[in-house]
């Protein structure tokens, strides 16, 4: 299997150095994985990266449907004759793959592994046979992934970081930031550090001793981060909170906008 990455020119806070646009498969059976942003330069970069392994894209995939991912899709799709299959049929054509379809790109096949908590249609693609895993933005290297509810899922997303453990991936293809070498072990941090902010959320609402809303934590708990992604923090931070309701161990007191929580 060959794998190549065009990156997209939409750098920022939540996408890091851009959207990874990978090209997987062989010669004139590719399959491109997130075409990424609705860029003219962007679809210039992959149709050259394509052009340069003589290469044919015959499959669109997508891990999900956030607008650094998709928007390209129809007209990558269009513009190569390529089937473009994403588990939500948005308004783009798309043709439905769930949980355990597989895809075939040249001599490489994909399995999609359905992947709720970042967004509830995200699904990554697993080649079995190189154990490498496209995680879209379930798993990212350099940053993390924000989880913003209700799309977003924190019980879900710990669920589904089980489920591509399970598949024991040796590589993985993040949707943003660069190859990870050691996908287990990468995995495991991922799973530990979330349960160490669940850890600290739970804590810090606790010791506040009053109806608290998310932000309120996030200067304590996020201190080492940048302000401008403290809103952001604050999404992941509510995620957190639900499923502490669920788990029985936070009480959401006042519903709204944000909503309030006490623990203990
Ligand atoms: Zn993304």
């Excluded at 513009?79 to 949980?99: H, K, N, S, V």
């Excluded at 990212?140 to 992934?145: N, P, V």
Aim: charged content about 25%; glycine content about 8%; hydrophobic content about 35%.
């Amino acid at each position: 299997m060959s794998v190549s990455v065009v990156l997209a020119p939409n750098p920022s806070l939540l996408t890091g150095p851009g959207t990874n646009t990978y090209l997987v498969g062989d010669g004139d059976d590719l399959a491109c994985i997130d075409p990424g942003p609705d860029e003219p330069e962007h679809l210039r970069n992959i149709e050259s990266a394509v052009r340069a392994q003589h290469g044919r894209v015959r499959t669109v995939l997508l891990t999900h449907s956030h607008p650094d991912h998709r928007p390209l899709a129809r007209r990558l799709a269009e513009q190569t004759g390529a089937r473009l299959l994403a588990l939500d049929p948005g308004d783009d054509g798309a043709q439905p793959i769930r949980d355990g379809d597989t895809v075939q790109a040249g001599s490489t096949m994909l399995r999609a592994v359905h992947t709720p908590g970042h967004a509830s249609d995200h699904l990554c693609y697993f080649d079995a046979q190189s154990a490498e895993l496209f995680a879209g933005d379930h798993v990212l290297s350099g940053m993390t992934t924000v989880i913003s509810p209700p799309d977003g899922d924190m019980s879900d997303y710990m669920e589904s970081l089980q489920r591509v453990l399970a598949l024991r991936p040796a590589v993985i293809h993040p949707g943003h930031g660069r190859t990870i070498d050691d996908g287990v072990a990468a995995i495991e941090r991922y799973i530990a550090h979330r349960l160490e902010r669940e850890a600290q959320v739970a804590e810090a609402v606790r010791r506040r001793g009053v109806p608290t809303a998310p932000i309120d934590v996030v200067p304590e708990i996020y201190a080492a981060y940048p302000e401008a992604l403290h809103a952001f923090a604050a999404r992941s931070v509510q995620a957190h909170l639900d499923k502490l309701v669920r788990d029985g161990r936070a009480t959401r007191v006042e519903e709204g906008d944000p909503p309030r929580y006490l623990v203990g």
